[in-house]
């Protein structure tokens, strides 16, 4: 017996020599050295500059004075921010969304919809659905984030999540922290079948928690092994559920507006469930309902857009149009708005800030909170908590929804969340601090592996030497006898540019698939009149004007004309 | 002076009004149409924390206390409005030709503008009423236009009796029989989906009592479908039909006999009128519109005079509006009934007051003015059956809900962000009922084009 263990133990090291002897051929060393950098390790606390040592995914020590061992990859971080890696506390991240059936699946007879019609499927779990090589996983990773906390797409309830790491591991497998996290719901109806509405939802819930209840009751009455007990029916959908009416595993219930929030609180009363308010946009009305219950919310980052009103206030004031041509000043008297519409607009833009305030409101109530990418852009989503920070959320209580708050929501406090020995090595590289509104993010570490954000040139190709692109050209496009005028805007940004076309109207569009050859320049745009319309737009330039073409989704193919108004000529 | 009321209003509204607030308020010198007990000139009444606490002359309050001046002005109760799809976000829950199970109180939308439309026609309370799309729909919640909560809560006239909504005839005959292939395709089947299902709750009863007593060693699985019917079975739920054809509200009376129901109001009920003496005998009430017929092949057989017959034949009868358009004008409806009828003014108001709060449940607390009931008031200008009557204050709990001159003009209380105005081209939707809502592109146009539309 004794022998036996000791042959079990050798074994083992032997094996494990043999790993660490493979992952050495790889030539890829797991630890790090990173010099030099401002770190922030906590929430609240200063920035010092200070080095890193990483050692097999973890952190190993962290000070101004420390010296990398010979087996230690320098990483020369000068002077970049560090700060714990972001942690999305729900998305779908690696999960395709599923293509819209066109057909509405033909069920037998309407109202017997069986568990999975009515999009009741608390067995589905997250990790079966996850591709490792989605692309979602690296553009999350690429705004900062190093775990998710993954849900499988679905209805009612949707199913239970797994929280992965944001790895590019082969196998989805290698991504898991952990597995059967939480169960997600949401009021959404089913697809042609019962329930069709809110109420239809609200009422299936009551029923199917009941019953999860009662086969639970019913299988302790079984266990006692009494006589008159016949075998309980076997419900996997309760089954699954089960931990959830234990208290056992927490139901982020997705409630986008206060409307949803007072709805769902309502059931949770009712049930004694453990809840968490999911992907909320506005929820100010029940804040009070919120409070009182105790309940943990993520917020999403996905902002309403931000009015073109404004967008013009400020673009007058910072260019100082003071040779805006006359011809547009009487234009804009002719558009101007009436009382009436000014109300409304008003009112629009208070709501608007409203819903930039909603973290800064969480934060004062002392609410527990998050941020959930379930319905949000990465790239976008740094600019949308730099907007909740300016309408009244404390730089400390951002940090916090972005790390150590999802991380003890996820009981992950003791490894993520903080940079601090021990911990795990995940962290994001900021070239300036994190709330400056130019801050990029350099690199991403997740669990002791780098990734360089690598940076891209926007356009394609260079203009010629004559041609001076970056500033301001005035357009003009005739499209059957309607004038349309507004103007292009190029940016130098690193090696490439970027554009806007901003109409006279205001409305302003990026310009994608920039491509830049000698005096050629070409690009695609995104209008939207009544119905997105794509323009393919391509311009020749002689010095300080340009004539081109502009094609129009089907409409056909219109002269685009313009001439340099603003910037180095 | 409109900045600072403006100004006022927002300090209102962003504070959070989560619990529904009670009034203190003295209306002074009016003419108060009490409904139970006749006219009273230059009275005034006295509201304290949300109850009616006097109604005579002279009368004071506690120092401080808001004073509307009525002279020459008209004080009635708060109009109840017995069918509405108002507040609510969800109406028809077309899945099944029984769906007891969904309660439309369980989506109410506390923003809809609707509400504060409602009250500029002095309607405090109404009945949310879910569709008619199911021979047996879903409960219904009557709702107090607490307008300005934003919490859905708030809303729910807290004691108010459960009720449901059943529908007769050409409604679930189409959207089950014809758009599904299932029971109902006739109006045979209607009568047999009732029988079917309360029958089925009987049972369903019985095995739930059978555990509760032991007989059952193991818990039956929960039905909340077949809960909900045989709570109506227990008497416990007021029963809402819609209906149009007398043969029908006699087959429905015949089941309700069949199985022990008694209280039911029948509602529409355009041929109530052939069936008068019936109603009157089983104790059935009526809730009808003034003068609104032809919109399908059911509702040809009708006459304006139809609230008048029923009232003159002993059967409690209300007007009602189904639409967020005529409940802002419920007091004219009522109005019609003098000159198609020749009803007394205090009959004619019964059928937007009293009446719809019996047929409610609610007729101990609203219905009429008298002393230690809610403060639910509507003053108008001109008598409120003259053609010429225009409402200007609407109360509910003694709270001033709607004030014609001083209420800013966007009562919005939510706005959307994102919203694009338009405003070169504004979109009229036509007026209609309400009670085919969410069903009827489905049922025309076909399931496909209700998700283009609707996305889901």
């Known amino acids: 017996m004794q022998n036996r263990r000791i042959l079990w133990m050798v074994l083992f090291v032997f094996y494990g020599f043999c790993l660490k002897a493979q992952e050495y051929k790889s030539g890829v060393t797991k630890n790090y050295f990173i010099q030099n950098v401002w770190l922030t390790t906590s929430p609240g606390t200063e920035a010092v500059l200070t080095s890193v040592k990483v050692r097999d995914g973890i952190i190993e020590e962290i000070g101004p004075g420390i010296k990398p061992g010979f087996d230690y990859k320098i990483i020369k971080a000068d002077s970049q921010y560090v700060y714990a890696g972001f942690i999305d506390a729900m998305s779908h991240t690696g999960i395709k969304k599923e293509e819209d059936k066109k057909e ?92 069709s509405t809110v109420i239809g939802v609200i009422a299936r819930f009551k029923e199917f928690y009941q019953n999860t209840g009662l086969a639970i009751d019913n299988e302790a009455r079984f266990a006692k092994q009494n006589l008159g007990h016949k075998k309980p029916e076997y419900v996997e959908e309760w089954q699954a559920m089960a931990p959830v009416y234990k208290k056992l595993m927490p139901l982020y219930f997705v409630t986008p507006k206060s409307k949803d929030v007072f709805r769902a609180v309502e059931l949770q009363k009712g049930m004694g469930f453990q809840m968490v308010l999911a992907d909320v946009q506005h929820l100010q009305p029940a804040i009070d309902k919120v409070k009182a219950g105790g309940y943990a919310v993520l917020l999403s980052p996905q902002l309403p857009e931000e009015q073109k009103e404004e967008k013009k206030e400020k673009g007058e004031k910072k260019e100082g149009q003071a040779n805006a041509d006359a011809g547009r000043e009487e234009a804009g008297k002719a558009n101007e708005r009436t009382e009436e519409e000014k109300g409304l607009e008003k009112r629009k833009k208070e709501k608007w800030q409203e819903y930039l305030a909603q973290a800064a409101l969480l934060e004062k109530n002392n609410i527990s909170f998050a941020f959930s990418m379930a319905n949000a852009k990465p790239a976008d989503f740094l600019k949308s908590i730099r907007a909740m920070k300016k309408a009244g959320l404390s730089e400390k209580a951002a940090l916090s929804a972005l790390t150590t708050t999802p991380a003890s929501m996820l009981q992950i406090a003791g490894q993520y969340g903080t940079l601090e020995k021990g911990k795990s090595a995940s962290m994001v590289f900021f070239d300036k601090a994190v709330w400056d509104e130019k801050a990029i993010i350099k690199q991403v570490m997740v669990d002791g592996q780098m990734y360089v954000n690598e940076e891209k040139p926007k356009s394609e190709g260079k203009p010629g030497d004559g041609l001076k692109l970056e500033g301001e050209w005035s357009y003009t496009v005739d499209v059957q006898g309607q004038v349309e005028t507004g103007r292009f805007k190029f940016v130098k940004e690193g090696k490439g540019y970027s554009g806007t076309s901003t109409s006279d109207a205001n409305e302003s569009t990026p310009m994608e698939d920039l491509i830049i050859d000698g005096n050629k320049v070409t690009f695609k745009l995104m209008i939207n009149s009544g119905q997105p319309t794509p323009v393919t737009v391509e311009l020749t330039f002689t010095n300080d004007s340009y004539t081109g073409n502009a094609t129009i989704g089907e409409a056909g193919s219109f002269v685009v004309k313009g001439s340099k108004t603003n910037g180095p000529k | 002076m409109i900045k600072a009321i403006n100004f006022i209003w927002i300090i209102l509204l962003t504070l959070p009004l989560c619990v529904a607030q009670k ?308 007091y004219h409806e009522a109005a019609k009934t003098q000159k198609y009828g020749g009803l007394t003014d205090d009959e004619a108001l019964k059928l937007i007051t009293l009446n719809p709060a019996i047929q409610l449940g609610i007729d101990t607390r609203v219905g009429s003015l008298e002393p230690g009931k809610d403060g639910d008031i509507a003053i108008f200008e001109g008598h409120p059956l003259s053609v010429y009557a225009i409402p200007q204050y609407t109360l509910v709990d003694g709270k001033v809900v709607f004030d014609r001159k001083n209420d800013p003009a966007d009562m919005r209380l939510d706005v959307d962000p994102d919203e694009k105005f338009d405003f070169k081209f504004y979109e009229r939707v036509a007026e209609r009922d309400k009670c085919m809502q969410d069903v009827t592109e489905t049922l025309f146009f076909g399931q496909q084009y209700h998700n283009a539309l609707h996305g889901h």
Not at chain 2, 35 to 56: C, F, P, R, W, Y
Not at chain 2, 299 to 310: D, G
């Open chain 1, 104 to 195: 509405t699946p033909k069920l037998p007879s309407r109202g017997l919809a069986n568990y999975e019609q009515s999009g009741i499927t608390p067995q589905n779990n997250a990790l079966a659905n996850i591709k490792p090589k989605d692309s979602s996983i690296s553009d999350l990773r690429k705004s900062g984030f190093v775990l998710s906390h993954v849900f499988p797409r679905g209805r009612m309830i949707a199913g239970n999540s797994t929280l992965i790491a944001l790895n590019d591991a082969e196998h989805e497998d290698k991504l898991v922290v952990k597995n059967n996290v939480a169960m997600q719901a949401s009021f959404t109806p089913a697809n042609g079948a019962s329930p």
């Open chain 2, 23 to 330: 009034g203190d308020v003295l209306i002074k010198g009016g003419t108060v149409l009490t409904i139970s007990q006749g006219v009273k000139e230059k009275t005034d009444v006295l509201v304290l924390n949300g109850k009616i606490a006097g109604i005579g002359k002279n009368l004071q309050g506690p120092i401080g206390i808001k004073s509307i001046d009525a002279t020459g002005l008209y004080v009635m109760p708060g109009i109840i409005d017995a069918h509405s799809h108002i507040a609510i976000d969800a109406v028809n829950e077309a899945s099944h030709p029984v769906t007891a199970e969904v309660n439309v109180g369980e989506a109410i939308d506390p923003f809809d503008i609707a509400v504060y439309r409602a009250l500029a026609g002095g309607v405090t309370i109404s009945h949310a009423m879910h569709g008619s799309a199911n021979a047996i729909g879903g409960q219904c919640q009557t709702i107090k236009h607490r307008y300005g909560n934003m919490d859905p809560e708030t809303y729910k006239m807290e004691g108010a009796p459960r009720t449901i909504k059943f529908a007769l005839g050409e409604n679930p005959i189409r959207v089950h029989g014809e758009g599904q292939g299932i029971v109902p395709r006739t109006r045979m089947g209607v009568e047999q989906v009732f029988r079917s299902a309360f029958s089925e709750a009987r049972v369903y009863r019985k095995s739930q009592n059978d555990f509760k007593s032991g007989l059952l060693a193991m818990a039956p699985a929960y039905n909340l479908r077949m809960e909900t019917l045989a709570d109506i079975l227990d008497g416990k739920i007021l029963i809402h039909c819609h209906s149009y054809r007398a043969d029908e509200i006699l087959m429905l009376m015949n089941v309700l006999k069949d199985f022990g129901v008694k209280k039911i109001c029948f509602q529409h009920v355009n041929e109530g009128f052939k069936v008068a003496p019936e109603l009157a005998a089983f104790g059935a009430s009526a809730s009808v519109f003034a003068d609104w017929w032809a919109y399908k092949f059911e509702v040809y057989y009708s006459t304006a005079y139809n609230a008048a017959i029923l009232t003159k034949n002993g059967v409690v009868t209300s007007i009602n509006s189904d639409s967020d358009e005529l409940i802002r004008h419920l």
